[in-house]
C-alpha cells in the first residue's frame, strides 16, 4: 500500500477511526504531520487534508481554475472571473477580493490564474 493511499482510506473529516494492520504500518512509517494517531485510532490531519486534496476528483459542478483578466467596459476597468466551468463573473475592482474569497469557499483546491496579457475592450 502506498502512502497516498493510506491517506485516502482516511475519512476527510471525522473523529479518529480504526484502520487495518497495512494502513497503520503505512502511516507509522510516512512523514510526520499528514495524518494524526490518537492510540490505535487514526485521523488526517490538517496538512493531510491539504495534500490529499489534489488526488481527490473535483465533485461535479465545482470550480477547479479560474482565470483573472482586466478588461475595460464602457472605458471602466473591470475584471473578467473565467471559471472552468464556462461561467464568467464581471467584478470591479472593490468586489475583486470578496468574489476570489467566495470562490475559494465554496471550491476548496480552486486554482487562480492571472492573466496579464493586453486587452481590448470587452464585448
Same mark, same amino acid.
Given at each position: 500500500?502506498?502512502?497516498?493511499?493510506?491517506?485516502?482510506?482516511?475519512?476527510?473529516?471525522?473523529?479518529?477511526?480504526?484502520?487495518?494492520?497495512?494502513?497503520?504500518?503505512?502511516?507509522?512509517?510516512?512523514?510526520?504531520?499528514?495524518?494524526?494517531?490518537?492510540? %490505535?485510532?487514526?485521523?488526517?490531519?490538517?496538512?493531510?487534508? &491539504?495534500?490529499? *486534496?489534489?488526488?481527490?476528483? =473535483?465533485? $461535479? !459542478?465545482?470550480?477547479?481554475?479560474?482565470?483573472?483578466?482586466?478588461?475595460?467596459?464602457?472605458?471602466?476597468?473591470?475584471?473578467?472571473?473565467?471559471?472552468?466551468?464556462?461561467? %464568467?463573473?464581471?467584478?470591479?475592482?472593490?468586489?475583486?477580493? &470578496?468574489?476570489? *474569497?467566495?470562490?475559494?469557499? =465554496?471550491? $476548496? !483546491?480552486?486554482?487562480?490564474?492571472?492573466?496579464?496579457?493586453?486587452?481590448?475592450?470587452?464585448?
Amino acid at each position: 500500500m502506498t502512502f497516498i493511499e493510506a491517506l485516502l482510506s482516511l475519512p476527510e473529516y471525522c473523529q479518529p477511526q480504526l484502520v487495518d494492520q497495512q494502513v497503520a504500518a503505512t502511516l507509522a512509517a510516512s512523514p510526520a504531520g499528514f495524518a494524526r494517531r490518537q492510540g %490505535v485510532r487514526w485521523c488526517l490531519s490538517d496538512r493531510g487534508r &491539504r495534500f490529499v *486534496l489534489q488526488f481527490k476528483p =473535483a465533485p $461535479p !459542478g465545482s470550480v477547479t481554475h479560474v482565470v483573472v483578466r482586466l478588461v475595460m467596459e464602457n472605458g471602466v476597468p473591470v475584471f473578467d472571473l473565467r471559471c472552468d466551468s464556462g461561467r %464568467v463573473l464581471r467584478v470591479n475592482k472593490s468586489g475583486l477580493q &470578496r468574489s476570489l *474569497l467566495r470562490l475559494q469557499t =465554496a471550491n $476548496p !483546491g480552486v486554482k487562480f490564474v492571472f492573466d496579464y496579457r493586453r486587452s481590448g475592450d470587452a464585448s
